[in-house]
């Protein structure tokens, strides 16, 4: 499913669209066995976590529970930005056009920023 996605850039810069369907193909896989291995961590440092006899061994695997959690949460934003950047590449070029052409208005450059916005808040929910 992932290549039936990643076949439908059409930025209108050939080599952008191969690009990205070359990044998100190698992505996935990639981002599959970083879970995996994110959760089987967070499961083994909860299980030290709640097997800790010492007060120091409690608080080392709390930390590095934290420290886990906020890595999954980081990545999970990343690769949620990277994939909206990624399928509306085309309407951020199309915008950065109108932005950089000096006989169009500013409000469109405006207005496409905040469609822009939208669609990332969209995108999120």
């Given at each position: ?16 669209d ?6 998100i ?38 930390s ?62």
């Open positions: 499913m992932s290549s039936l996605l990643a076949s439908q850039f059409n930025t209108g810069y050939g080599w952008l191969t690009l990205l369907s070359a990044v193909n190698l992505i996935n896989p990639i981002l599959i066995v970083v879970s995996v291995a994110g959760i089987i961590y967070a499961i083994w440092v909860g299980i030290k976590f709640v097997k800790a006899d010492e007060k120091q061994e409690r608080e080392e695997a709390k590095k529970l934290i420290m886990v959690i906020v890595g999954i949460v980081v990545v999970v934003l990343l690769v949620a930005l990277f994939y909206f950047l990624a399928y509306n590449i085309e309407d951020i070029i199309r915008q950065s056009q109108i932005v950089g052409d000096t006989n169009s208005s500013e409000d469109e450059g405006v207005i496409g920023g905040i469609n822009l916005v939208k669609n990332f808040v969209r995108f999120l929910r």
